[in-house]
């Protein structure tokens, strides 16, 4: 089975803290995202990443940013955290190519206070 | 620009019932679609896809869904619901072939009651 590990469920960090968001997948999947998810509002891309090294911005890519040094690990960095940052981020990877399958990992709650 | 709407922000059935969860799409091209599944404070747990081919598509839980092109439809249903079935439901769709990223609707919350 596809795993998709976030470093960290639950966080809360104060408000001007740089925050960084680790995930890991261990099926060799070249696409990797960040979503950020909201009641009522649904999913909503933050970056993904096609390769190694390469990135997009996705629908709200403003107060983030991402790094992708290795293959199987695609970190989220909110550079000054602000309140409303607050929310839960997933991660999630996939092999390239539009059928294929993105799988999810657990998310995680992020607090800012 | 692909989009998708959930028109129901809840649907409530009761238990051993059909369920049918609403999810309309728009893209210029073909499309792919996806249903996913979240669970309370979980990450969304893959369904099923509509690639090509067979309109009906059966996914995982005993669930499918039907690929309508004429209506731009892809309902999720069930023929007989459980209380576990209680959860948040994505429907998502991809826009061509090669581009990556999924839009997801604002989700359908099912409330399955005993």
């Known amino acids: 089975d596809v795993k998709v590990t976030q470093s960290s469920r639950y966080l809360v960090k104060r408000t001007g803290e740089k925050v960084f968001l680790e995930c890991v997948q261990d099926?060799?999947?070249?696409?990797m995202f960040w979503y950020r998810q909201d009641p009522g509002l649904g999913l909503r891309l933050i970056y993904f990443?096609?390769?190694?090294?390469?990135?997009e911005k996705g629908d709200i890519p403003e107060g983030y940013s991402v790094s992708r040094e290795k293959k199987e690990r695609f970190s989220l960095i909110l550079e000054s955290a602000s309140t409303n940052q607050t929310s839960m981020y997933l991660c999630?990877?996939?092999?390239?190519?539009?059928?294929?399958?993105?799988?999810f990992g657990e998310g995680s709650w992020l607090t800012v206070v | 620009a692909q989009s998708v709407a959930q028109p129901e922000d809840q649907v409530n059935v009761a238990e051993g019932n059909p369920l049918t969860v609403k999810c309309t799409y728009s893209?210029?091209?073909?499309?792919?679609l996806f249903w996913y599944v979240q669970y309370p404070n979980r990450g969304l747990q893959f369904l099923l896809k509509?690639?090509?081919?067979?309109?009906l598509v059966k996914g995982s839980y005993g669930f499918e869904a039907e690929f309508n092109k004429s209506q731009t439809s892809f309902h999720l249903k069930k023929p007989s619901a459980l209380v576990s079935d209680s959860a948040l439901y994505f429907c998502?769709?991809?826009?061509?072939?090669?581009?990556?990223?999924?839009?997801f609707g604002k989700g359908t919350m099912l409330l399955v009651s005993p």
């Open positions: 999630a990877s996939s092999l390239s190519g539009g059928g294929n399958t993105i799988y």
């Open positions: 099926m060799d999947h070249e696409n």
């Open positions: 990443s096609y390769d190694v090294k390469m990135k």
């Open positions: 893209v210029s091209g073909n499309p792919y």
């Open positions: 509509y690639i090509t081919g067979d309109n």
């Open positions: 998502a769709v991809r826009e061509r072939p090669g581009y990556s990223t999924l839009t």
